[in-house]
């Protein structure tokens, strides 16, 4: 069975400043890793992905993860954070011929003006 | 044009009660979901459907019970209504069961039992 850790539940951070969210993983087969986020009072959405290919993946927003298989994790990265940023992201694995989305507890990113 | 929507968004109502709450998505998708989102934010799947075959089925009181009267609709009913389940519940569905496609998500039903 696959698990995912998210080391940090809170992480506050200054505008401007760069942030890291760190997801660690557990799976004896191969995996598909995701980055969700969830605003206040909304459902989460779709942040970006790793299906395959290049280890580094983008989000439209400035949001970029790196897929480490030596190391299981996939941190989210960004390097200027702004307050529309605040929000609980989510890291969320799944094993190839899964049909099950494993999510992490989630860290919550706030950004102090 | 919401590609998954849930009805109600909020959900008040005391213990004992029976409820449904419903879920439609437009984009196509084989796959459904039911997950439980507690007061600590943990997501936890509950149910999936897959072309209206159920495929998970995690450990969930049976006072839950879902219900696909077709690939775009999965409704929960819940029977006799706790403390516990204050939760917020969502929905989601993806391309297929097993594929790499991502889940796409509701905006959630927040049930509070009183």
């Known amino acids: 069975a696959q698990s995912v850790t998210q080391l940090d539940s809170q992480v506050p951070v200054f505008e401007e400043a760069p942030v890291e969210l760190r997801c660690n993983y557990s799976?004896?087969?191969?995996?598909?890793l995701f980055w969700y986020v969830q605003y206040p009072n909304q459902g989460l959405q779709l942040l970006l992905k790793?299906?395959?290919?290049?280890?580094l993946v983008e989000s439209i927003n400035g949001f970029e993860a790196e897929f480490n298989k030596s190391q299981t994790s996939f941190h989210l990265r960004k390097p200027s954070v702004h307050i529309s940023d605040t929000a609980e992201y989510f890291c969320?694995?799944?094993?190839?011929?899964?049909?099950?989305?494993?999510f992490g507890k989630g860290t919550k990113l706030s950004v102090i003006p | 044009d919401t590609a998954v929507s849930q009805t109600p968004k909020y959900l008040v109502t005391q213990m004992g009660n029976d409820k449904s709450i419903k879920c439609e998505q437009n984009?196509?998708?084989?796959?459904m979901y039911w997950y439980k989102q507690d007061s600590k934010k943990f997501l936890k799947i509950m149910f999936s459907?897959?072309?209206?075959?159920?495929?998970i089925n995690e450990t969930v009181p049976n006072r839950f019970s879902p219900k696909s009267p077709d690939k775009a609709h999965l409704n929960l009913h819940i029977n006799s209504l706790e403390l516990g389940d204050s939760a917020v519940y969502f929905c989601?569905?993806?391309?297929?069961?097993?594929?790499?496609?991502?889940?796409?998500f509701g905006d959630g039903t927040r049930l509070s039992i009183l």
């Open positions: 989601a569905s993806s391309q297929a069961a097993g594929s790499n496609q991502p889940q796409h």
């Open positions: 799976s004896s087969v191969s995996v598909y």
């Open positions: 790793y299906l395959s290919g290049s280890t």
């Open positions: 969320a694995v799944m094993t190839t011929g899964s049909y099950q989305l494993t």
């Open positions: 984009l196509g998708h084989d796959t």
């Open positions: 459907y897959n072309n209206k075959e159920l495929i």
